[in-house]
């Protein structure tokens, strides 16, 4: 399906304020970018640069102000994400290079500490993607999903004592779950088409059977409408923004993802 | 200034045939892209990823019958091209690890060959700038553009000899004397505001004074409005496209830039 | 002054056991290695990489029954490490593109909850080399160094509550308090001449002035004799060895550096 | 097999001259090394990066006078190199992204005007290993081995017409070939036990069903006893040292390759 997303944020900064943006929708294995705008208001210099990940990011200082930054992207998706039920689990000695990174414990996902955990909660599945699947399936089912209630960002075990979380909480204990069983997971930031309420999303992949799958614990159940933005090991990679020095509340966050009529 | 740069390839394709594209400006240091078109039909699944260069290419099955790749991108660039006479020569010890592989010679830069020519060409100049642009000078006071008049694709050694050239010869020899005097050079192609004919573009950029410049042989002199699709040691890091198999020729290959009103 | 580092490891394996080691000391800015021994027994197949770190890493399985790992490496390294007071701060604006990724929060550093206690630590510092320095007096005056106790590793912030760590948790503390304050700061695991008790060691470094500077907070004061083996943004990149499948824990591990009578 | 291999070179250096070395072979997929030395005296500062294709390279300033570059290695190696008669010719939309930069014309490799020539070469064959195997034993036909007669390196085209060239003239007469066919084909350049007469050596790889075969057209048949410094798209990517400045010539340049008597 094609998709129109937009992103619209507003700032009002006091004093020159660098940041990092993560907005560009890149075109890559599953997805295909056609149309990009990327408004920055006022126009003040950018510097694009690709982070570790291969993420587009961009920097800027923005002035005293009012600040608006503004992106709006026409990307085909699939209509549905695979699923993979009896894709193996990939043995470490196989596992590519650069897949090796995302077996590691990270910022939000203390992977090193869930392996009794995982080990249950997957017991007597098939070894590989439907390890995944049970782990998806718990979170959906022990995890409740709440609008965030507190600014400071919690991780996989803080979630998973307080037993609710948003989208992004959801997929850090995802991903640790699966670390925990030497299954490489990704944070992934992006749109979902009708997520409700409209807003950016986080999801989850796992790589087993040799190819990176989709997982989203905050849906029913897995459809397509998926656009990326950007993949990194957590939330802590793939910020939408990072702001630095005194704290500086977005005033306007407004996403929209819309079809368009057009064939694939 | 803002500049609208379009693209349009045409082809009538008798066989699936692969192509890797490289037609997706980059924002960069020195260019912000605000809006991007991207349209190929009929649409067929295509696959972007970075080279070694960070240039963005994306790879397709092109299938038999008409085949269309078009793009169109709004992207402020400089209104003058930085100039650095007295920019000293950085040596190698001092050179980033990043850039020492602009001093290699390469497919179309004999630069292992250049050696006499080029301290003849720069005698007297001060080190650094002052030498690419003695270079610069030679070869627009020596080398006549002049129409492509053969397929086969020429290098800095045979076009030295011919005395003409189109634009990516004027580089590849401008390339090829910096190189001999252990100055990093780079091919740049991409588009340039008010060219005659309008068309695809190629130039250089050396690296002096701790940054990298750029020269442009085929112009009489340097301006703004210069607008990169991609960066690499010579034309064979940066075509256009690559395409595999029985060849194709373009039945139509349209080139505009266009300049915006509207405020930097 | 010219070291001899050596670190012995010895299994006792039961089942296939998949690891990844980073037991590789390499030449770089600051160190040079002139001889280097790695012996594997017995000798199974060993596949080397590179991480995203550029660290030399190696994958193998270990076979059921004894199993060594044995290094030895000739390196040269410096008789006293820069001190930079005065240092300044690098603006985010200005740091080069692959620092930024040591400004983010990661698994044992939550930067994110140290900007109250940083600022504190700080006050009245010049922005730079003079905040870290605090930051490293700080951590040596308050945080007891103190042989693990524990099996489980543990973070900036659960070692700031305990009071007591070793050097690894030290190092982590150091590094947080710096990202909290915007300086990119990074993990070191490697050797240090005259370290008692001898083991493996970890520090840190921070990136101001334009540079990396080292920190201990470990040791009394700041001398030579330090030998990189791997870089990260904390522990959970540089371990020594990641081992996968059920733990198996080492029968020996055995550290020594001595110094050889080499002229410089 | 474990060999050791060593090289020595020893230069009567006039001014301070750059030096860019690649004489570390590293621990890969095909060989493991185990032990290594490298020593350079006098023993001035050098600093170790990895370039574009992964090589460790070394870069330092000789000073006047007699300058000594010796390296000595204990690596395990293959009895045999691995022939794959029938493995397939890889269409390019399957071909991994990291590996059609070797697809591309380069310095000493003028693919682009091979095309012919190729498809008469291996006219009958099964696409892919079949193919790069008739090239090999063309080239072992009908180019003579002869030793170096000219300082000017030559192109596979020069090498072409001159019916004769050595070990890296060999090499890039097959690489050309087989791009030219759409078979990614790289340069190593390495030691190989019992080369006769002894010196470092060159030889081709080419990817085909999946992975990476070793080609040497030197060579009467293959065998097994290689090991790989360094690869790179041609010979200007892999030099074992380029020296900047006044053109300095080793007065020494010593290699020998021995058999360890020790167990794989």
New interface residues.
């Given amino acids: 399906m094609w998709l129109q997303t937009s992103c619209e944020l507003k700032f009002d900064i006091t004093f020159p304020t660098?940041f990092?943006l993560m907005l560009r929708a890149?075109?890559?294995?599953q997805q295909?970018?056609?149309?990009?705008?990327?408004?920055?208001e006022p126009?003040v210099?950018?510097?694009?640069?690709?982070?570790?990940y291969?993420n587009?990011?961009?920097?800027?200082?923005a002035p005293p102000g009012p600040f608006c930054i503004a992106t709006r992207t026409d990307v085909?998706t699939s209509d549905e994400m695979d699923r993979g039920f009896g894709a193996p689990f990939i043995?470490?000695?196989n596992l590519p290079?650069a897949v090796?990174?995302y077996?590691?414990?990270?910022?939000f996902?203390?992977s090193?500490?869930f392996g009794d955990m995982a080990t249950e909660i997957t017991a007597g599945c098939y070894l590989g993607y439907d390890q995944v699947a049970a782990i998806e399936a718990w979170v959906r089912n022990n995890i409740r999903y709440e609008p965030a209630t507190s600014a400071?960002?919690a991780s996989a075990a803080e979630i998973n004592q307080r037993g609710a979380g948003v989208c992004r909480d959801l997929a850090h204990l995802g991903i640790a779950l699966c670390r925990s069983l030497?299954i490489p997971a990704r944070m992934v930031v992006g749109y979902l088409h009708e997520l409700y309420p409209m807003d950016l999303h986080a999801w989850f992949e796992a790589y087993v059977g040799g190819r990176w799958y989709t997982f989203d614990p905050t849906q029913p159940e897995l459809r397509g409408g998926y656009v990326t933005i950007g993949y990194g090991r957590d939330a802590?990679?793939v910020a939408i923004y990072?702001q630095?020095?005194p704290p500086v509340i977005p005033i306007v966050q407004h996403v929209e993802v819309q079809r368009l009529a057009r064939?694939?």
Same sequence: chains 1, 2, 3, 4.
């Avoid at 295909?32 to 920055?40: F, P």
């Avoid at 210099?45 to 690709?50: A, G, Y």
């Avoid at 077996?103 to 910022?107: E, G, K, M, T």
């Fill in positions: 660098p990092i890149r075109s890559g294995a295909w970018v056609s149309r990009e705008e990327y408004r920055i126009n210099p950018v510097f694009e640069f690709s982070d570790a291969g587009l990011c961009q920097r800027l200082v085909k043995e470490i000695q290079d090796l990174h077996l590691l414990p990270s910022r996902c203390e090193d500490r400071v960002p030497s802590a990679d990072n630095f020095g064939p694939d």
